[in-house]
């Protein structure tokens, strides 16, 4: 899966989809009701309430379409990361980026499921 994100000349009409299979793109859904950081869309690039609500939406859909983890498991994973996940990756990105689940797997969460070794929150060990 990809996720990828790019700036617009106006203000808070940034551009956000996701792709299951790299052709056929789909607008990533802000998930509002279970995470209300920014009503006006998703931003990137500093810490603040829109790159809050863009890094919930991303592991919210990661969870649920990649490890096909049912909507309330995956809504309690994405709640229990996003903020770390934002430090890391969302603040960082500038006009433009793109990330895979296999990024998000392999390279962030998987350290973050090694931090909890010996700890049996939710069932990760």
Do not use: C
Not at 61 to 88: C, G, M, N, P, W
């Amino acid at each position: 899966m990809i996720w990828k994100g790019k700036r617009t000349q106006l203000q808070d009409d940034n551009i956000v989809v996701m792709s299951v299979d790299g052709e056929l793109w789909a607008n990533l859904p802000l998930y509002l009701d279970e995470v209300n950081h920014s009503p006006t869309g998703f931003e990137w690039g500093y810490y603040g309430s829109g790159p809050s609500q863009l890094a919930y939406a991303i592991l919210r859909s990661y969870f649920e379409l990649v490890e096909k983890l049912d909507v309330t498991t995956a809504i309690s994973q994405a709640k229990r990361h996003y903020a770390r996940f934002k430090q890391a990756y969302v603040a960082k990105w500038s006009e433009e980026w793109k990330i895979t689940s296999d990024e998000i797997e392999l390279v962030w969460l998987t350290g973050e499921r090694v931090g909890w070794v010996g700890d049996e929150r939710d069932g990760w060990v």
